[in-house]
């Protein structure tokens, strides 16, 4: 379907300057074609008046856990390894993948309310992961959870292997796949480097937890005498690209690390809250060129999958911890939160900017709200005033699929009511 879109004020990225124009787009067959003066030769089927309306990219999600949207509001105001081992683990092994999809549906539609067109998740049943955001039209990048310390496994990786098979750069090139070793504190060392060898072969990246509280860090140096990073790096993890979620609690040399091997930084401001994680070091690590994307984590651990609240957090959470007002200004959370993103996960050629010849991910944000009144600045509204619900439109691919906060690709009735039964079986009230 060709779309033009007409009259609407567009947040554009030109290396670090972020700035609006108004200028008209013209989408053909998912990619944009023109921006600015569209000829009078460009033929489309659908026009979209976009007066009082910003586009800008898609919001790009690079840590989730989908299918845990079952388990919202379930396990709250505990610490990460008491959330981990005495809720969320022991109830794992009752998921089923009519169940996953389900929750995952749940997650994709919220996803897609909040204006984010992509997403980087790891979890259990990654096949029915994919089947979802297949069916929703959504893009994302999947992995299968992979342990060995608390979990058996298979040592051939045949899971994994199919799934790559099955799914990488499927669908228009909408799903990818990744390896998902857990975490240090969940993988063996051998564990971890058959894991390295798997990404080295298949040619994809690695996406992990990493330092992502005291105690993981401090188990580290018991069992190992190293920090995280530096175990993985010797366990040369860091040869293929790695998304690393968290990081919170780094040394200087750790940072370093990150920077020489260009490790791709997964920031979850919420979730880190949450759980007591504590403040991860983000303006040291952007003062040294590491890329920082934005995430939400899972609805378990943050209770929500809004990316406006994390850009808004990402923002104000810096300023406060370094008491410089002036850190993580708007511009920088809203690059965080789209093209960081799509760098992070290697495809910032198709996606995270708007730009002819780029897919058609891009989100339109109703203006004329009175929250959002008067607008002095856009670039500051859309990280300080704009919340989810002020999304409109959500075109990933060139496809529609939300208009009018009205979803295109998912009946939110049967997902929502699908849910609530999958949730009750899952855990007794």
């Not at 947040?11 to 124009?21: I, P, Q, S, Y």
């Not at 979209?48 to 079952?70: E, F, Q, W």
């Not at 203006?367 to 990933?396: E, F, G, M, W």
Request: aromatic share 8%.
């Amino acid at each position: 379907m060709n779309i033009f879109i007409k009259n609407p004020s567009v947040l554009f990225f030109d290396k670090e300057k972020v700035f609006v124009e108004n200028k008209d787009i013209a989408i053909e067959n998912g990619i944009i074609k023109y921006i600015g003066k569209i000829p009078d030769s460009f033929q489309y089927d659908k026009l979209i008046d976009a007066t009082d309306k910003l586009v800008m990219p898609g919001l790009i999600n690079t840590h989730t856990h989908l299918p845990m949207s079952l388990f919202r509001n379930f396990a709250d105001d505990l610490p990460l390894w008491e959330w981990l081992t005495e809720k969320v683990w022991p109830i794992e092994p009752k998921l089923t993948e009519e169940i996953v999809y389900w929750g995952t549906l749940l997650s994709i539609a919220e996803l897609i309310m909040s204006g984010i067109t992509c997403f980087n998740d790891m979890y259990n049943f990654a096949n029915t992961v994919a089947s979802a955001a297949k069916d929703a039209k959504i893009r994302g990048c999947i992995c299968e959870t992979l342990f060995d310390k608390t979990r058996k496994h298979k040592s051939n990786f045949k899971e994994t292997r199919d799934l790559y098979n099955k799914w990488h750069q499927s669908n228009n090139d909408r799903i990818r796949v990744f390896i998902g070793p857990h975490a240090p504190y969940t993988c063996s060392p051998d564990y971890i480097e058959e894991m390295l060898l798997l990404a080295k072969e298949l040619n994809t990246g690695i996406h992990i937890h990493l330092s992502e509280s005291i105690k993981e860090v401090q188990d580290s140096f018991n069992m190992y005498g190293k920090s995280p990073v530096q175990h993985l790096y010797d366990l040369g993890l860091f040869d293929v690209r790695t998304l690393a979620a968290h990081c919170v609690h780094l040394s200087d040399e750790d940072i370093q690390i990150l920077k020489e091997n260009n490790v791709n930084v997964l920031y979850n401001p919420v979730s880190n809250l949450k759980l007591a994680n504590g403040f991860a070091p983000i303006v040291k690590m952007l003062e040294k060129g590491i890329n920082i994307s934005l995430a939400t984590d899972s609805s378990c651990s943050n209770n929500n999958l809004n990316m406006f609240e994390e850009i808004k957090l990402a923002s104000l959470l810096n300023k406060g911890v370094t008491g410089d007002s002036t850190v993580v200004p708007a511009k920088k959370s809203l690059q965080i939160a789209t093209i960081n993103g799509a760098k992070a996960l290697g495809i910032d050629d198709k996606v995270g900017s708007i730009e002819i010849g780029k897919c058609a991910d891009i989100i339109l944000i109703d203006l004329n709200k009175p929250h959002l009144c008067p607008r002095h600045n856009l670039i500051s509204l859309l990280v300080y005033s704009v919340q989810a619900s002020d999304v409109d439109t959500v075109i990933v691919d060139g496809n529609i699929l939300m208009e009018n906060r009205k979803l295109t690709t998912i009946d939110l009735d049967t997902v929502m009511k699908n849910v609530q039964l999958c949730a009750e079986k899952l855990i007794k009230y």
